[in-house]
């Protein structure tokens, strides 16, 4: 009953039929949704249940971005039942339109989440570049008191989707194009550089100097250094903190893959360019960006080595624990 971000109301047809979704897009968002509500409390349970996992800032962000991407998954499978119990004859109420149909909660909960993801490149880069700092900043009690910032954050920042949407037909919540060429090119471009290009920017700078300031420590750990820098860290602390990264820096790819279709045909059609709303692509590009909150449970899952070794401790028995205790020492 309701378009995705971005649909405009220009030379529509008198009955609206050109509204209606394609016939994959329903069950689409809710293998996306379904899986981001199984992943991530997957993740949930085992961050909350492993005590020694909860006592970095690393793994509390971790936890937290799990938080976030379960709530966007839950609020995602209401807004979807939401539409489907309308009766034919609904008259939609401007308000309804406003604060739910237009998905405002849902995309709000997406700028939280990017938010988080800063956060969480910002950490590493101080635990990497700024070590003493970090232990200040950084704390864990920190960390904590930073995220209703980012809640608050995402959803002043994505509050614009209330003015905008506008009901249609009696039943349909659209985004509308403004009156004004030059405002619409002005929302559009912000939503790109703060959905999309700051985080983005932000993120590859940052791993980009972690890369440079790890590699830089290998070459010290290398034999021939010990003798003239033993208070270097050590292998196995090195592969720890490259492993983390690693897992860190995939999220963040998988982020860029995620975003980067749907933002550029934002800008394109903000710019004054053609595009169908309503077309097949559109809508992927769409999807795309939910799958956004259910990948990263699946990356932890494949290459978060002490999220791995949680999950043996949470799920198997007393007898396999043995072996998650030799691998803690081992990798």
Known sequence: MTTDIGTTVTSLPDDGSHLASPSWLIPAYLVVAIT????NSLVIIILVSVREMRSTATNLLILHQSVIDLTSAVLMLVVLFSEAILAADYIMPMSACRVWFSRYPVWSCFMVSTINLMALT?????????????????????????????????????????VMSDVYYGRYCLLARFEGQGVQQVIGVLTVIFFYLIPLSVMVFTYSSILREVKRKWRMTSPENDNQNPRAETGTQLRLEKNI?????????????CWSP??????YFSLGGHLDFAGHFYHWTVVMVTCNMSINPIVYALKYHQFRD????????QGCRASVNVSDVSE
């Open 245 to 257: 990264l690693k897992v860190l820096a995939l999220v963040v790819v998988v982020y860029a893959i």
């Open 36 to 39: 981001g509500v199984i992943g």
């Open 122 to 162: 910002l950490e590493r880069y101080h635990a990497i570049l700024r070590p003493l700092h970090h232990r200040t900043v950084c704390s864990p009690g920190r960390v904590i008191k930073f995220f209703p910032f980012c809640w608050v954050a995402g959803f002043v920042l994505l509050s614009y989707l209330i």
């Open 262 to 267: 749907n933002q550029i045909l934002y800008l």
């Open 310 to 317: 949680g999950f043996v401790k949470v799920f198997c028995r």
